[in-house]
């Protein structure tokens, strides 16, 4: 079983920068791609980046230049570095395990939280 853990939320102003860690455990290559998801209050949970196993990455549009998303050869540990936050960027952030070439979302941690104040 994929097991998540999330670190590295917090709070930051608009247009500073947060890098979240996810420790992976039970993760087995070429199941799942791995990667992070977002929810907002009052919204839909989004697929936010990825990394296919071929080691090609997918963003979501919103976070397109602005997010990037990297992992150790191990795969044991997946990161997520945010820079330019806005305010719409705060959500619960989940360190998540997706069906490969897709945002559906197979596994998830516990999440995270992120603040963006203007």
């Known amino acids: 079983q994929v097991q998540l853990v999330e670190s590295g939320g917090g709070s930051v102003q608009a247009g500073g920068s947060l890098t979240l860690s996810c420790a992976v455990s039970g993760y087995t290559y070429k199941t799942y791609c791995m990667g992070w998801a977002r929810q907002a209050p009052g919204k839909g949970r989004e697929g936010v980046a990825l990394?296919?196993?071929?080691?090609?990455?997918r963003y979501a549009d919103s976070v397109k230049g602005r997010f990037t998303i990297s992992g150790d050869n191990a795969k044991t540990t997946l990161y997520l570095q945010m820079n330019s936050l806005k305010p719409e960027d705060a959500a619960m952030y989940y360190c998540?395990?997706?069906?490969?070439?897709?945002?559906?979302?197979?596994?998830r941690g516990q999440g995270t939280q992120v603040t963006v104040s203007s």
């Open positions: 998540a395990a997706f069906l490969c070439g897709t945002w559906s979302l197979i596994y």
């Open positions: 990394i296919n196993n071929d080691g090609s990455t």
